[in-house]
Every structure is written in C-alpha cells, then in structure tokens.
Nanobody, 118 residues
Framework: QVRLVESGGGLVQAGGSLRLSCAASGRTYAMGWFRQAPGKEREFVAAMGWTDASAAYAGSVKGRFTISRDNAKNTVHLQMNSLKPEDTAVYYC??????????????WGQGTQVAVSS
C-alpha cells in the first residue's frame, strides 16, 4: 500500500508561483500530477519515472511547470511558475505506471487546491 500526501496549494495572483509537494510512503513508483477543475474531467499535468529522470508534461503547462523528485525523501515536487487563472484546480498526486491517463496510476493523494486570481 502506498500513501500519498500533497502539500503546497493555495491562492496566488496570475503570474505568480507555487510549489506543490507529494510525500510518498511505501514502494516507489512513477509519479504523476493531475488536476481537476469544477465541472471538468481530471487531466494530466506532469509525470516522472522513479528509476530515471524521464519527465512528461501536458502541452498547456510545458515551459511553466517543472516536476522533480527527491528519492532520498520519497518526495516529488511540482514547481508552477507563470500561473494563469486557467490553472485553477484541485491538484492530485498519483503513483503507478508512468502515463498520461488516470488509469495508469494505482494510488492517489487527497488533492490540494490551487487558485489563481486574475
């Protein structure tokens, strides 16, 4: 069993930055970040393999968001820069097989709210 705990969400003005963190307990897997805005489906944001540094990003965040990991602390981060109001959503950390759809992932965190004001 893997437990994921996210932190770092909040309210920020457009153009600002936030850093999300996800602490994982148990076996390590590829880690991903997804987000879900009200009335919308959960969408892929970024993912990183655990045995290598391969990373993937959604086109809407590429160049603004950076995923990174700290293997010693079993933690993955999502640095979000140049935030836009359309980035507003609940952000979820997930662990499983590296992929861009939710079904690739077996474990999910509780989510952390990110709100970007214009």
């Amino acid at each position: 069993q893997v437990r994921l705990v996210e932190s770092g969400g909040g309210l920020v003005q457009a153009g600002g930055s936030l850093r999300l963190s996800c602490a994982a307990s148990g076996r390590t897997y590829a880690m991903g970040w997804f987000r879900q805005a009200p009335g919308k489906e959960r969408e892929f944001v970024a993912a990183m393999g655990w045995t290598d540094a391969s990373a993937a990003y959604a086109g809407s965040v590429k160049g603004r968001f950076t995923i990174s990991r700290d293997n010693a602390k079993n933690t993955v981060h999502l640095q979000m820069n140049s935030l836009k109001p359309e980035d507003t959503a609940v952000y979820y950390c997930a662990a499983g097989s590296m992929g861009v759809i939710p079904s690739f992932y077996d474990y999910w965190g509780q989510g952390t709210q990110v709100a970007v004001s214009s």
